[in-house]
């Protein structure tokens, strides 16, 4: 059945594909799928941003074309390269065949010779489903290439000099992601469709770890849901996300623990915290306080 009928059919195919969300996701994925736009996630680092591009190509039985955003990133890395060494093997051949140099450069110019980067390649995707195009850390990129990005996310065709305008045969699905280290201009916003990825509540993300580690025993899963909740509340530079809680808990499960305790804790802190800064505040602040460490380390009920 296909899984953009409805919101409700939506939301439990995600769940089928082991994604946990909430009804306001689901709807603006159910949107951004109808009405053709762009989907702009923001939010913390770990909450799940990136996964809503893998789980969407997997609900859509498409491909999964990613860029990964970082500084200093171009138009021709994103776009297009011509295959330089190609192109010269090719000029070597052509010259011992006698051809004139103009010839030669009509051959060398064309598709054949063309290295597709990420987005030319979501733009000349051919295949039954359009492909689903992952821009990810977009904040991470300079300005001169999110605005460059508006040209592509208006009409999905680029203009290659030595061959002409490429058009898209079928529009990708976008996904735009951003860990807001930066603000992102209006000008790209309009263009989609936005939410806000909190970190879960306690509920959702005890049912995410029992989704995505079914071995685990219900009474760690709890814990652990609790404790990464109670763990949130402290002042760290970077509060753990999601995809730490799930490290976490497969580390325990290897370890063979059944239980949070005190030495567990200790031992795998580092599946937890990943800056010097916030592994002090924990040891100093947070674990020799007994009431913070008795509070972290509580049974929940109700799990």
Request: hydrophobic content about 40%.
């Amino acid at each position: 059945m296909d899984p953009f009928t409805s919101i409700d059919e939506l939301l439990r195919a995600l769940e089928e594909e082991r994604y946990i969300t909430d009804r306001p996701l689901a709807t603006v994925l159910y949107l951004a799928y109808h009405l053709k736009k762009a989907l702009f996630l923001e939010g913390e680092p770990g909450v799940g941003k990136t996964e809503v591009a893998v789980v969407l190509s997997q609900l859509m039985r498409t491909r999964l074309i990613r860029l990964q955003c970082y500084e200093g990133l171009d138009v021709h890395t994103a776009l297009y390269e011509w295959n330089y060494p190609k192109q010269l093997l090719r000029i070597r051949m052509e010259e011992q065949s006698g051809r004139s140099p103009e010839e030669i450069g009509q051959l060398l110019y064309t598709e054949p010779y063309l290295i597709k980067r990420p987005l030319l390649e979501a733009i000349l995707s051919s295949g039954q489903s359009p492909p689903v195009l992952l821009i990810d850390e977009l904040d991470r990129a300079d300005e001169e290439f999110e605005a460059f990005l508006l040209e592509i996310l208006s009409d999905f065709q680029v203009s290659i000099p030595e061959i002409g305008t490429l058009k898209a045969i079928q529009r990708p699905m976008v996904v735009i992601t951003s860990n807001r280290t930066r603000d992102i201009h209006d000008a790209l916003k309009r263009r989609c469709l936005y939410h806000w990825i909190e970190h879960p509540d306690f509920q959702k993300e005890l049912r995410i770890i029992r989704a995505r580690i079914p071995a685990i025993e219900d009474r760690l899963a709890a814990q652990v849901a609790h404790f990464m909740q109670a763990l949130r509340k402290e002042d760290l530079l970077k509060r753990p996300g999601i995809s730490e809680t799930l490290d976490w808990a497969e580390a325990l499960l290897r370890l063979h623990r059944t239980v949070l305790d005190e030495q567990t804790v200790q031992e795998t802190m580092g599946c937890i915290l990943k800056y010097r800064e916030d592994l002090q505040t924990f040891w100093e602040s947070i674990w020799n306080d007994p009431h913070k460490r008795a509070l972290l380390l509580e049974h929940p009920t109700g799990g």
